[in-house]
């Protein structure tokens, strides 16, 4: 079985929402962020492999961008057909 890792990302995301909404709930029927603050943490433990992910993603695709170019810009090296004189014959040397 593989691991669907879009399915996580799914699963932490609401969870983090739906923890975020009890504490902003919570908060304002008691008045009190500090009897909350675990539930607001649940919601930030939720949110910080998220974040880490999609810095990583936008990176990589930094990357494979300016492999691209790199690629798309690096000059032609060699001649078609091998490069060397026609007839496989030696060219004269220069002194």
């Known amino acids: 079985m593989k691991f669907d890792k879009s399915l996580l990302r799914t699963v932490l995301f609401a969870v983090g929402v739906v923890a975020m ?43 494979a961008e300016q492999r691209a170019k790199a690629a798309k810009a690096a000059p032609k090296t060699g ?12 060219g004269p040397k220069r002194r």
Do not use: H
């Open 21 to 63: 909404v009890i504490g902003i709930y919570q908060t304002v029927l008691f008045n009190s962020l500090v009897r909350n603050y675990e539930i607001f943490m649940v919601a930030m433990a939720c949110w910080m492999p998220l974040i880490y992910w999609r810095q990583q993603d936008a990176v990589a695709a930094k990357l």
């Open 79 to 90: 001649k078609p057909g091998g490069g060397g004189p026609k007839g496989g014959k030696p």
